[in-house]
C-alpha cells in the first residue's frame, strides 16, 4: 500500500515527523531487523492512522512512548502486524515450486527411503498467510498414496500474528488461486460459499503454524530436510540477512536444502 504524503494533509490524518519516523523505524529494526527506508515513511504514516486514531494518540511520539512501555509485547506485536507485508497467493513464482515438485522433494523422499526413514521436516519461513505451507504439502500428499508411512510435517513461521491466523484458518477466496490450475483447486479445496474454499483435512493434518522471529537466532527450530525462505530477506539489511542464512544452515540436517530468496 503505498500512500501519497501530499494527500493525506486533513484535520482526520496525523502526518509524522522526521523524528517520529526514525523512532519508530529503529525499534523496528531492533525489535524484528525489518529495514524500513525513507521510502516507507508514507507506509508508516497510513497504516499507523487506524491506532492513532482509536486509541486517541495525539501524535506518533505519543504512540511509540505507549509501544515501548508496553510490559505485555501486545503492542508491539501490534505494530509489526501493521508495518509488515503479506502479499502472496498460491502458486507465486511457479517456476520455484516446479522445481521443488520435479528436483527437491522427490530426491528427498528417494534419500528417506534408502534411509529406510519415515520422517520429512520442511519450514517455510515468512509464511504469511500460508499459501506456500499449502502448496508444498499439496506436492507431497501427489507424491505419497493416503496410506504410505512415510510422516510430513511442515512448519509455517511469520512474524505476523494476524497472518498465521488466517493461515491456520486455511480459508481463501478467489484471488489466491488465480496462478493455480483449477484441477488442484477442486483436488484440494472444498468450496464452504461461492468464492471461498476450505483446505482439504489431508493437507491440514501436514502442517503446522508458529510465530517466530527471524532476528531471534536462537529460536530457530532444528532437523529440517528442506527451508524455504522466499520474499522476506529483502527487508533485512546485507548484515542481517547473512546471521540469518547462517542459522538456516545450523537448522538443516546435513543433506538438506536451502531455499532462500531475495526477491
Given at each position: ?5 501530499a ?5 482526520n ?86 522445481f ?49 508411512p512415510m510422516r ?10 494476524a ?18 490450475p ?14 471461498r ?67
Amino acid at each position: 500500500m503505498d500512500i501519497n504524503l501530499a494527500e493525506l494533509n486533513s484535520d482526520n490524518i496525523k502526518l509524522i515527523s522526521d523524528e517520529e519516523f526514525i523512532l519508530i523505524r529503529d525499534l523496528i529494526y531492533e525489535k524484528v531487523g525489518i529495514n524500513l527506508t525513507g521510502q516507507k515513511k508514507a507506509l508508516v504514516t497510513g497504516r499507523l492512522q487506524k491506532i492513532l486514531r482509536d486509541r486517541k494518540f495525539k501524535t506518533f511520539k505519543d504512540y511509540y512512548d505507549f509501544v515501548v512501555t508496553d510490559k505485555t509485547g501486545e503492542a508491539l506485536s501490534e505494530l509489526v502486524d501493521k508495518i509488515s507485508t503479506n502479499h502472496t497467493f498460491f502458486g507465486r513464482e511457479y517456476d520455484h515450486f516446479n522445481f521443488f515438485s520435479t528436483k527437491v522433494l522427490p530426491e528427498i523422499v528417494e534419500r528417506k527411503r534408502a534411509e529406510r526413514s519415515n520422517d520429512i521436516r520442511i519450514w517455510s519461513a515468512g509464511c504469511s498467510t500460508g499459501e506456500e505451507v499449502y502448496t508444498l504439502a499439496m506436492m507431497v500428499a501427489s507424491m505419497l498414496e493416503v496410506d504410505d508411512p512415510m510422516r510430513v510435517r511442515i512448519l509455517g513461521t511469520d512474524i505476523n500474528s494476524a497472518a498465521l491466523e488466517r493461515a491456520r484458518h486455511g480459508v481463501y477466496r478467489d484471488w489466491s488461486f488465480r496462478d493455480m490450475p483449477s484441477e488442484l483447486v477442486d483436488t484440494w479445496f472444498t468450496e464452504e460459499m461461492p468464492g471461498r474454499y476450505a483446505v482439504h483435512p489431508r493437507l491440514r493434518d501436514m502442517v503446522e503454524f508458529r510465530q517466530l522471529n527471524l532476528v531471534e537466532l536462537a529460536s530457530y527450530p532444528t532437523g529440517f530436510d528442506l527451508i524455504l525462505c522466499r520474499n522476506v530477506l529483502m527487508y533485512f539489511t546485507r548484515d542481517v540477512v547473512s546471521r540469518i542464512v547462517q542459522s538456516f544452515r545450523r537448522s538443516l540436517r546435513d543433506d538438506g536444502w536451502l531455499v532462500p530468496s531475495m526477491t
